[in-house]
């Protein structure tokens, strides 16, 4: 399973870094998974929203991708780089609508949601994000969901910063079974907090 977290010029560094870790941890325990931080102009150092500079490992998409997380950053203040400056560009939405088109799942932490909703895939669709973006989030179409993580199938959404962990351990519980997504929390010391919810069936 190809996973593939996308960062670009200030995004918040936990948003991506956190379930970075926790992929590669999951790799190691079921070598089916494969992990990488790529962008949409590949490999190249980035910038993060509090400094800290990440090399991108390859571009986004140039292998297929099953999974694609999204992370949020500088969206609340509108930083000249980050998630909103990423919206207004359109590059990133345009991408992934495209993805979204090719079957790829997607995934998004914190303000990661908001370049869903920019790329039109959250309008009438279950979804949430930081909770100062959640009015944002409604006007842009959203059915907002008071949860951490809210997995709307092929559409995977997760509250702030910290909920990337839950998310993260949900996504491998759901494509790798819970005795593994128990494992990780093991190792992480850290217990998932919330329910998921899930579209009714």
């Known amino acids: 399973m190809n996973v593939q977290i996308l960062i670009f010029d200030g995004f918040?560094?936990?948003?991506?870094?956190?379930?970075?870790?926790?992929?590669?941890?999951?790799?190691?325990?079921?070598?089916?998974?494969?992990?990488?931080?790529?962008?949409?102009?590949?490999?190249?150092e980035i910038t993060a929203a509090n400094g800290l500079h990440v090399r991108a490992e390859a571009k986004l998409a140039a292998t297929r991708p099953d999974l694609v997380v999204v992370p949020g950053g500088g969206w609340l203040n509108r930083a000249l780089a980050g998630a909103w400056a990423e919206a207004q560009r359109g590059s990133i939405p345009t991408t992934l609508a495209q993805l979204h088109r090719e079957a790829t799942t997607l995934a998004s932490v914190c303000t990661g949601a908001m370049l869903l909703a920019a790329a039109g895939l959250l309008k009438d669709r279950p979804a949430t994000t930081n909770h100062a973006a959640v009015e944002e989030l409604r006007a842009m179409g959203a059915r907002v969901i008071s949860a951490r993580v809210v997995d709307d199938g092929d559409i995977v959404t997760a509250g702030g910063i910290t909920c990337g962990l839950d998310l993260t351990l949900w996504l491998v519980e759901r494509f790798a079974g819970a005795e593994i997504a128990h494992v990780l929390e093991q190792h992480l010391e850290y217990e998932r907090r919330g329910t998921v919810w899930k579209r009714p069936k």
Request: glycine share 6%; aromatic share 10%.
């Open 12 to 44: 918040d560094e936990l948003d991506a870094i956190g379930p970075y870790e926790i992929w590669r941890m999951a790799a190691d325990v079921q070598p089916k998974f494969s992990v990488l931080l790529v962008s949409l102009d590949g490999a190249r």
